[in-house]
């Protein structure tokens, strides 16, 4: 990748570019926690958006798409969303830096990767990530990655339009080679773990269905649990978001009330339990414990939280007999992208034969997997 971003950015302006990248990530457990305060356990994976980089001497920003092959061009002083959505995940992070008071000029920039776009892996986050990381480096602004992580996020929120949590461009930016990141999305204090698999090991099936629905639903479980948050308020005004909640006071409160917000709150307040018990497992080398926990998270985003989809409740149904799977659930914002699978290594094989023979004729998708290696954060590569 490194020598054909290179040639790519020689060829297109005549300079030779600094090349970042910034990877894609997994999530172990912890799903739709993040924006209501609770915990994560991502990590970092060997997938990247990379990223070539060069100033300009005037106002241009030149942004090129290898995937697309295509260019468009903009002008630093006047940036707004664009109708070309791609570059909507740049230029969001330019006006973020903008709308922080750094002073940018032009640069050319080459994009390129290979984290599969909507598939739940981060894609979205790993261009956020790598583009301010460079900007940052090109520039010499001298931002700390915490708020850079918080910058990124930012401008998925205004330029891509989706109210995300801060899991996906915490993951990229703080990745760490072999570990996974136990992230309090309250405090942002964390822990990297051990990711020990104990001859396990984490295998992606993509359902390569798309999700369309995926950010009007998201938005949509957003607003819901803080209307869950606001009706135990009157009960209970110290409580600041569904971290304070326990399921007593859903049951006493919700569950009659509104029975779809309880579902919703009742699946979070459960998943950062599940999310502590996994954490303890992982630490002590319980696979089979932590797949448990794994498998029951599924049950909930499908049943209780419904962001999944058939073809995804279809990869899990199918794994969940298998005794060389210790856990299996979909990951990311739902409605399409990929299962992650806690496998046993010599049974991996055999596995993604059968999974994708069974998957392609039942649902007439194709299947792609992952054997997913946890790796660095964002970083520039020389
Ligand atoms: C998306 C968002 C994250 C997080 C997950 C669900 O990936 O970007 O912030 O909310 O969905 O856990």
Redesign the pocket.
Known sequence: MFESIVKTFTEKYNTTPRIFRSPGRV?II??????NEGF?LPGAINKHIWVGIGKRNDNKINLFASDFNELHSFDVTTIQRSSVQWTNYILGVVDQLQKAGYTLTGFNLVIDGDVPVGA?L?SS?AVECAVIYALNELFALHIDKLKMVHMAQKA?HTFAG?Q?????QFASMMGKKDHVIKLDCRSLSYEYIPCNLEGYKIVLFNSNVKHNLASTE?NVRRQQCEQGVHMLQQFYPEIKSLRDVNMKMLDEHIAVADPLIYQRCKYVVEENARLLMACDYLTKGNIPALGKKIFESHEGLSKDYEVSCKELDFLVDLVKINPAVAGARMM??GFGGCTINLVKEDAIEKLIDSVKMIYEKETRLPLTSYIAEIDNGTSEVN
């Open positions: 999530n912890g799903e739709h926690t993040d924006y994560v739940g981060s986050a998925e989706v995300c949590g801060i899991m996906d998201y990311g914002g």
